[in-house]
């Protein structure tokens, strides 16, 4: 509840980020993602609660192992992991997020963006584009949160299509502020 139930960002001039956001990113920092993917057996909801945590915290110093990327890559990339039952996607049979598939798929991403190597020291990553600060929604201070049921504009027909380009350049120019 602390990291998906914080209020928006809007444009306002003094407003911050979510204290709870900064607060579970310092406690989560001394560890906790490692040592709950590391014990013993956990059942499913455990999993996938742990990874949904993982997703959005970002990148811990066991993803930088190697054999944490090789399984990372090995669950996105396996045609299996993409079903009819499944909505070709991150999804479970019930139609409910598959939190342990996003959180592969962030990896993998979050390894493109950070080049770091397994020796290396961890204090530079935990802040970047795909990491905790920014799950933080944020919205024009013109739309009323009390009147919007679409504030995202998220509601409508869409269109899939695939495109195989290099994602830094897109989030590079997000960053900067190309897309907004």
């Known amino acids: 509840m602390l990291i998906t139930n914080v209020p928006p960002l809007t444009k306002a001039p003094n407003e911050e980020l979510s204290m709870n956001l900064g607060w579970t990113t ?10 709950a993917e590391s014990s013993g057996k956990r059942s499913f909801i455990e999993k996938q609660l742990a990874s949904r945590i993982h997703a959005y915290y ?5 993803d930088l192992q190697r054999q944490s990327r090789v399984n990372s890559r090995a ?16 999804f479970l049979e019930t139609g409910e997020t598959n939190w342990e598939h996003i959180q592969a798929i962030h990896h993998v991403m979050s390894m493109h963006l950070v080049d770091l190597q397994e020796d290396e020291d961890d204090s ?19 739309i009323n949160l009390e009147e919007e049921n679409d504030w995202a504009a998220v509601g409508g027909s869409w269109t899939v ?9 897109l989030l590079s120019e997000w960053q900067y502020g190309f897309f907004l």
């Open 26 to 35: 310092v406690m989560l920092k001394r560890g906790f993602l490692d040592w």
């Open 58 to 62: 970002g990148l811990t110093r066991n």
């Open 75 to 90: 669950f996105v990339y396996s045609l299996k992991n993409y079903r009819p039952e499944r909505e070709y996607g991150p």
């Open 124 to 142: 530079n990553f935990t802040i970047s584009l795909m990491s905790m600060p920014f799950i933080q929604s944020n919205i024009s201070e013109e």
């Open 161 to 169: 299509s695939f495109c195989f380009c290099d994602h830094r350049d």
